[in-house]
Structures are given as C-alpha cells and as structure tokens.
Antibody
Framework: EVQLVESGGGLVQPGGSLRLSCAAS????????MHWVRQAPGKGLQYVSA????????YYATSVKGRFTISRDNSINTLYLQMASLRAEDMAVYYC???????????????WGQGTLVTVSS | QSVLTQPPSASGTPGQRVTISCSGS????????VYWYQQLPGTAPKLLIY???QRPSGVPDRFSGSKSGTSASLAISGLRSEDEADYYC??????????FGGGTQLTVL
C-alpha cells in the first residue's frame, strides 16, 4: 500500500525557517518524481515544487523560488522541503504527492499525504 | 491569481449533467496535458482525470474530461450528492512550473 506521511509543520515566526519531511512507503520511491503542493486556509491548491526521481531536476513556483529548497534521499525514501524566509502568505497545509514514473513535470499526482500545517505568525 | 481560470462555483440537481471549464493559454493547456482533481471537505485531493481524458482505475465513468485548444472541461453525468466537492484543473506550463486552476465548488441541490 502506497503511503506518504508528512511531518515537520508547526508555528514559525516571519522570516524563520522550517524543514518538512515526507516519508514514503509501498512503492519504489527512487523511480518517481515527487512534488509539494500547498493549500492556504480556505483557499485553492497551489503548486510549490517538484524533484525528479534521481534529484537531477528541480522545479519551483515563482513565489517560493530562492527561499525553498526541495531534496530527496532515495536511500531512506524521504522527500524534504527546506523553507526559509517564511512569510505570512506561506501559511498553508503542505501536501507531498507522488508524481508519475520518471516524470517530475506533469501534475499526475496519484497519491497524496495527509498534509502538514505550517503557521507563520509572530 | 490563478493562470488557469475556472468558474468559482457550479451546481446541479441529482441525475443532471454538469460541466466545469478550465481556460489557459498556449504555454500550458495549449501544449500540455490537463489533469483534474476532486477534493472533498477536509481531505487531500484525489486524481480524477489525467492526460486530458483518462480515468484512473476506480473513478466512475460518470466523470469525463476533454480538451480543445487552450481550454478543457470536466463533465459529471448522473450527478450524485457525493459529488459535492471542490474541483481543480492542473497543467504543466512551459515556463517550468505546474499551474492549478482556482477551483470550482460544486453544489448538488
């Protein structure tokens, strides 16, 4: 059974940093593109970032480029999102999602985690 | 502001057919596949349609997708109360990012 479990969310002050993790199981993690998608309270879905299966390619939404860094450790089946210089508008539930086999571009997200809430407030 | 444009709301009565539109541009819908997601309240989104018109296993054939030029549509036939949810379109944009539509809240009257 495919499972994605996010962790690392919490309360952080504006300008602060946070690292999210997504532990994957039930599939060959190293062969799938992985993605982060967020949803602010009461708002729609917003793409955050993606990483290819071998971490050779990464993609970011304009709003987070230069502040967020996506990475993965295929040896322990874990996806990360390092977030820095956090702003009030970054406050959201962050979901990790499995992409398509060897594809880190198309928004084919067939499995999602339960999400982890990031609150940015002083 | 979403680059993929959806109507904020849609509604229908049980048994009816409802369509939700998604409008983009040549750099996204016009040159890439469209995907649709259903999000029930308090839950993670669920993939409903991929590659414009393909249904993942387990998705009822009441749900169908289509694309023409820089626009796409999701159709739901035989509307049921459990279809009440938010629906999002998504597509890769050639400016190296994924775009989501703003979402359409479907109400079953």
């Amino acid at each position: 059974e495919v499972q994605l479990v996010e962790s690392g969310g919490g309360l952080v002050q504006p300008g602060g940093s946070l690292r999210l993790s997504c532990a994957a199981s039930g599939f060959t993690f190293s062969t799938y593109g992985m993605h982060w998608v967020r949803q602010a309270p009461g708002k729609g879905l917003q793409y955050v970032s993606a990483i290819s299966s071998n971490a050779g390619s990464t993609y970011y939404a304009t709003s987070v480029k230069g502040r967020f860094t996506i990475s993965r450790d295929n040896s322990i089946n874990t996806l990360y999102l390092q977030m820095a210089s956090l702003r009030a508008e970054d406050m959201a539930v962050y979901y990790c999602a499995r992409g398509a086999l060897y594809d880190s571009r198309n928004p084919y997200f067939d499995y999602w985690g339960q999400g982890t809430l990031v609150t940015v407030s002083s | 502001q979403s680059v993929l444009t959806q109507p904020p709301s849609a509604s229908g009565t049980p048994g009816q057919r409802v369509t939700i539109s998604c409008s983009g541009s040549s750099s996204n819908i016009g040159s890439n596949y469209v995907y649709w997601y259903q999000q029930l309240p308090g839950t993670a989104p669920k993939l409903l349609i991929y590659r414009n018109d393909q249904r993942p296993s387990g998705v009822p054939d009441r749900f169908s997708g289509s694309k023409s030029g820089t626009s796409a549509s999701l159709a739901i036939s035989g509307l049921r109360s459990e279809d009440e949810a938010d629906y999002y379109c998504a597509a890769w944009d050639d400016n190296l990012s994924v775009l989501f539509g703003g979402g359409t809240q479907l109400t079953v009257l």
